[in-house]
């Protein structure tokens, strides 16, 4: 730790957490942040998809897009030569490595000299001269699993977004565990983020390894969830932004994040509003948060101008989307995930089988 830094940790996926990280980078101009990025790595499809079919690699894209975020200048046009992140951005056009993102294939290069991600992310973040750390949740090339009523469980995260009604549930397979530097980084944190981003497949895929629920429920540090300015199709589809927040606490089988923010179009109303923070994250038409919005209303977070309330916390047993009103033990199998029969011979024939299509 850098003295005088404060210590955040974010979680998500690659495309919220990049806008949450060049938010957080115009704060830390004026009090300097240490951030570390925790990201999900069950993704199987595009380019990810495409090198976790040729290796057992947990998906690498959404680390890619936070070294990005965190490797970017003021004068960064992402065409220069020079601006690396330019060169992690950069998707090849010709012959067989056609839509593969430069910064994949490098992660993946570091993936096969150190044997795990956190090494490799390590040696390219000091080398494009990333101002932060990208961890992912676990070492593990997991799947994301997802059920809908009585549809039982499907496997790939793929599928999810093509899907259509409510998700009751979801999990990691196989089972996997928390890497150790980022429960290290979550006791030390100061402060701890989630989202904003894909609900079901970037913020809680970065939440779900065995040990760090506790230890995000355990941590002293001040917690906030974004919540997303928009539904999502396949994943949130005719959810409010309460929804959201009531969903991530039920899966998780614990109320992790007694703050939320959210944007002032897509208000959080009723019982649930105790704890929430309203402000404009978004500009008019806009479906993902902008920047320099989400810079000023975390600031206003950050340093206490906007009104903390004390929140209801106990929501995570409140009624999901098909009626259910209870779950099982969140820890059996060591994953997030309904203890049933179904569930075990469907993750039981995950082992190594390729990446669904």
């Not at 676990?138 to 793929?158: M, N």
């Not at 099982?328 to 199998?333: L, S, V």
């Not at 309904?338 to 024939?349: K, L, M, P, S, W």
Request: aromatic share 2%; net charge positive; hydrophobic share 45%.
């Amino acid at each position: 730790m850098v003295a005088g830094r404060r210590r955040v940790v974010l979680f998500g996926g690659g495309t919220g957490l990049a806008v949450l990280i060049r938010a957080l980078r115009r704060l830390s101009r004026a009090a300097p942040l240490e951030l570390t990025a925790v990201v999900a790595v069950s993704d199987d499809g595009g380019s990810s998809g495409r090198l976790r079919e040729a290796m057992p690699i947990p998906a690498v894209g959404d680390a890619r897009a936070c070294l990005e975020a965190l490797c970017e200048t003021p004068a960064s046009d992402h065409q220069g030569r020079d601006d690396p992140a330019a060169l992690l951005a950069h998707r090849h056009r010709h012959g067989p490595l056609r839509g593969h993102a430069a910064g994949n294939l490098l992660i993946a290069a570091g993936w096969e000299r150190h044997g795990a991600l956190v090494p490799a992310l390590g040696e390219l973040g000091r080398r494009v001269g990333a101002a932060g750390r990208v961890l992912p949740c676990t070492e593990l090339p997991v799947r994301l699993l997802t059920r809908r009523g009585a549809s039982g469980w499907q496997v790939g995260q793929a599928r999810l977004a093509r899907a259509s009604g409510a998700v009751d549930d979801v999990a990691l397979a196989p089972a996997a565990e928390a890497c150790s530097e980022v429960l290290a980084a979550v006791r030390e944190a100061q402060l701890i983020l989630a989202g904003p981003g894909s609900l079901y497949s970037s913020v809680l895929a970065s939440l779900l390894p065995s040990g760090l629920p506790e230890a995000v429920a355990a941590s002293g540090a001040r917690k906030l969830l974004l919540l997303n300015v928009a539904e999502q199709p396949g994943e949130t589809g005719g959810c409010t932004a309460a929804d959201e927040w009531a969903a991530l606490h039920r899966v998780l089988g614990r109320p992790l994040f007694a703050e939320a923010l959210a944007d002032a179009a897509r208000p959080v109303t009723g019982g649930a509003a105790l704890g929430a923070h309203h402000a404009v994250l978004a500009r008019p038409g806009d479906r993902l948060h902008d920047p320099a919005l989400l810079a000023a209303a975390l600031g206003g977070w950050i340093d206490g101008t906007i009104n903390r309330r004390e929140p209801v916390l106990d929501r995570a047993r409140e009624r999901s989307p098909s009626g259910r009103t209870d779950r099982a033990d969140p820890r059996k199998f060591g994953i997030c995930g309904a203890a049933n029969t179904e569930f075990r011979a469907v993750t039981a024939q995950i082992g190594t089988a390729p990446v669904p299509k």
